[in-house]
Nanobody, 121 residues
Framework: QVQLVESGGGLVQAGGSLRLSCAAS????????MGWFRQAPGKEREFVAA????????YILDSVKGRFTISRDDAKNTVYLQMNGLKPEDTALYYC??????????????WGQGTQVTVSS
């Protein structure tokens, strides 16, 4: 069983920055492919970023490229989403997800509860 706990969300003005963290339980974090998703009210969930279990490959949604960066620290069992240049359209509930190895796309088996990001204009 993998448990994920997100933190770092909050209210920020447009142009500001936030760093989301997702702490994972388990001794085999280094074997988890990790992803970040978001869902705004009335919209479908959106795949924002991912990083493979090896850390060798990453995915970033086109609309946030150049502003968001995903990274991982296996020693801390944590994955991060650094968000710079935030825009009001980035407002959403951000979820962390994990799968045991596997590709960055496709289904993720484990999910956190989410952390709210609100960007004011």
């Amino acid at each position: 069983q993998v448990q994920l706990v997100e933190s770092g969300g909050g209210l920020v003005q447009a142009g500001g920055s936030l760093r989301l963290s997702c702490a994972a339980s388990g001794r085999t974090f280094s074997s988890y492919t990790m992803g970040w998703f978001r869902q705004a009210p009335g919209k479908e969930r959106e795949f924002v970023a991912a990083i493979t279990w090896s850390g060798g490959s990453t995915y970033i949604l086109d609309s946030v490229k150049g502003r968001f960066t995903i990274s991982r620290d296996d020693a801390k069992n944590t994955v991060y989403l650094q968000m710079n240049g935030l825009k009001p359209e980035d407002t959403a509930l951000y979820y962390c997800a994990a799968k045991i190895r596997g590709s960055m796309t496709g289904a993720y088996g484990y999910w956190g509860q989410g952390t709210q990001v609100t960007v004011s204009s």
